[in-house]
C-alpha cells in the first residue's frame, strides 16, 4: 500500500508559477507509475500528466508546454511544477499512484489562480 500527500497548493495569480510536490511512503516508490490529477468546482476530476517508471512524461493537451512533472526516487517524491498559470487551472490536484490494478491518491492540494 502507498500513502501520498500533496503539498504546494495555494493562491496564484494569472501567469504566476507553483509547484506542487507529493510525498510517498509504505511501498517501494520507483515501481510506481505517478500522475496528477485535478477536480475543479463542478466538474469531473481530470487527468493531468504522467510520469512512468522510466521516467517518459505525457501531459494532457490542456497543460502541456506549461506543465512538468518530474520524480525523485531517492526521495520518494514526484513534483508538478506548472507555469504560465490561468484561471482554469484553478482546481484541487490529487497525486496518484498505479501499477497494474492497483491506484491510490492523495488527499488533494487547492489551486486557486486569480487576480
Known amino acids: 500500500q502507498v500513502q501520498l500527500v500533496e503539498s504546494g497548493g495555494s493562491l496564484v495569480q494569472p501567469g504566476g508559477s507553483l509547484r506542487l510536490s507529493c510525498a510517498a511512503s509504505g511501498s517501494i516508490f520507483s515501481i510506481y507509475a505517478m500522475g496528477w490529477y485535478r477536480q475543479a468546482p463542478g466538474k469531473q476530476r481530470e487527468w493531468v500528466a504522467q510520469?512512468?517508471?522510466?521516467?517518459?512524461?505525457n501531459y494532457a493537451d490542456s497543460v502541456k508546454g506549461r506543465f512538468t512533472i518530474s520524480r525523485d526516487n531517492a526521495k520518494n517524491t514526484v513534483d508538478l511544477q506548472m507555469n504560465s498559470l490561468k484561471h482554469d487551472d484553478t482546481a484541487v490536484y490529487y497525486c496518484?499512484?498505479?501499477?497494474?490494478?492497483?491506484?491510490?491518491w492523495g488527499q488533494g492540494t487547492q489551486v486557486t489562480v486569480s487576480s
Open positions: 510520469i512512468t517508471t522510466g521516467g517518459s512524461t
Open positions: 496518484n499512484a498505479g501499477r497494474g490494478l492497483y491506484s491510490y
